[in-house]
């Protein structure tokens, strides 16, 4: 089927706002990651979703960030109180089941923060 | 924590040329991955490696996983304009299902 969706692809907002990205995971893929790309770095890694467990939030950088996966599938990460630093592109990932299988990713939201 | 370290940072190469980058790390992984990164677009995975000295090919793309599960390169041969972009290196280290990657190789290509 259809591989990662992302929306939306563009985000401004305003300091201070809340954002909401959302993520539609590859079907029959059970494993939901997040990644931050800040301009012409790498990917960091945010918060990983396998199945019913509890998710690894390891990644998140404040308590400001947050992230949901309903029902086994679509995913959103929620940014409070957005600040400046914030501005990046946040891409989310899926893939199956088996451990250490490749991620799958989406094109990305682009967040800029005024 | 899991660092990998991915060179050279940029390439600038003439069509026809062969390119190689590599990575690596201090730490042992069980798992490397290659991945192209074009401008406005998320990663796409070009080769996956899972045992210590696999080689494996892609078209023109060739990919090690190093013997001592420290390290990986990978191969272009004979460039043409459309492998310009990043890419990036990336591993699952040990029990951890967390991808780590490194910070990219930028590829430009001169016609």
């Known amino acids: 089927g259809a591989g990662v969706s992302q929306s939306p692809s563009n985000k401004v907002t305003e300091k201070g706002k809340d954002v909401e990205l959302r993520c539609d995971p590859i079907s029959g893929h059970t494993a939901l990651y997040w990644y931050r790309q800040s301009l012409g770095q790498g990917l960091e890694f945010l918060i990983y979703?396998?199945?019913?467990?509890?998710?690894?939030k390891s990644g998140l950088p404040s308590d400001r960030f947050s992230a949901e996966r309903t029902g086994g599938s679509v995913s959103t990460l929620t940014i409070q109180r957005t600040q400046q630093e914030d501005s990046a592109v946040y891409l989310c990932?899926?893939?199956?089941?088996?451990?250490?299988?490749?991620?799958?990713f989406g094109n990305g939201t682009r967040l800029t923060v005024t | 924590g899991q660092q990998l370290n991915q060179s050279p940072q940029s390439m600038f190469i003439q069509e026809g040329e062969d390119v190689s980058m590599n990575c690596t790390s201090s730490?042992?992984?069980?798992?490397w991955l290659w991945y192209k990164q074009d401008p406005g677009e998320g990663p796409v995975l070009l080769i996956a490696?899972?045992?210590?000295?696999e080689l494996t090919s892609n078209g023109r793309l060739t990919a090690q996983f190093g013997i001592t599960r420290k390290d990986s390169f990978l191969n272009i041969s004979a460039s043409i304009p459309s492998d310009v972009g990043i890419y990036f290196c990336?591993?699952?280290?040990?029990?951890?299902?967390?991808?780590?990657f490194g910070k990219g190789t930028k590829l430009t290509v001169n016609p």
């Open positions: 990336a591993g699952f280290q040990g029990g951890s299902e967390k991808l780590v």
């Open positions: 990932a899926s893939s199956r089941t088996k451990r250490m299988s490749p991620l799958h």
């Open positions: 730490s042992i992984f069980n798992t």
């Open positions: 979703f396998q199945g019913n467990s509890a998710p690894d």
């Open positions: 490696l899972y045992k210590a000295g």
